[in-house]
Each structure stands twice: as C-alpha cells, then as structure tokens.
C-alpha cells in the first residue's frame, strides 16, 4: 500500500471541500445561524488567542463530539446547521471537515490559512 504524507492529504481534503477566506467566514458570522469551531488544543488558544464567537472543540475528540449518539456529543455539532471549522493554519481544519461529511455534515467548511490567516487579516481577537 502507498503511502501518503500529512501534506498529501491536506492538499487532496483542500481540493474536494469548501476553502473560505477569513473575510468570507466574517460575514457569515454575522448572518447568525453559522457555527464557528476552534479546533485548536486549548495552549494554542492561551498563547495565541482565539475569535470571539467560536467553540472550541479540540480536533482529538472531534468524531465523538460530533456523534449525537456518544454522551461527549457537544450540541453545536449540528447537522441542520452552517458549520465552519478551523485550526491555526487550515490544515487539521480541513482534514477534519472530510471526516465531519463521512459523518453526515452536508453544510461544513473550514477557513483557509487558519487563526494565522484570520490575525494577519486584520480581524478581531480575544
Ligand atoms: O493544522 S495546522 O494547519 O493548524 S498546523
């Protein structure tokens, strides 16, 4: 079997899902039904701060917070809802929205580039 490294992947995820611009994932924070989550570990998000209106929810835990059937299921996993995921640079976030549409997301994206994209953007912190 062939392998494949961890950049491969992010590339082939990036080339099949929704890549938002951090402007683009302002503006549909501010429609109201869109769901933000940080995938980050919860140091990155102590360093480095984090956008004011997101849920974080650590890409380790990320299939069993998403399953409504697992008692760590977090309610802002929901599939009628807008999801829009991202991490510090837009790779985990894009390999994890393969697995929430494996899952039966059908309304998930992530933003491009990340926390870092978003800062570099200009666009608030907390
Ligand atoms: O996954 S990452 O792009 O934040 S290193």
Redesign the pocket.
Known sequence: MSSKSAMDM?KEAKALIENLSPARVQEEMTSGDTVLID??EGE?LERDGKIESSVHAP?GMLEFYADAALPYHKPEFDKTKRIILH?????????AVQTLKMMGFDNVAHMEG???AWKEAGLPTV
């Not at 991490?87 to 390999?95: D, E, I, V």
């Open positions: 992010v995938l980050r990155e890409r991490c510090a640079g837009g790779g985990r976030s894009a390999l990340g926390f870092k």
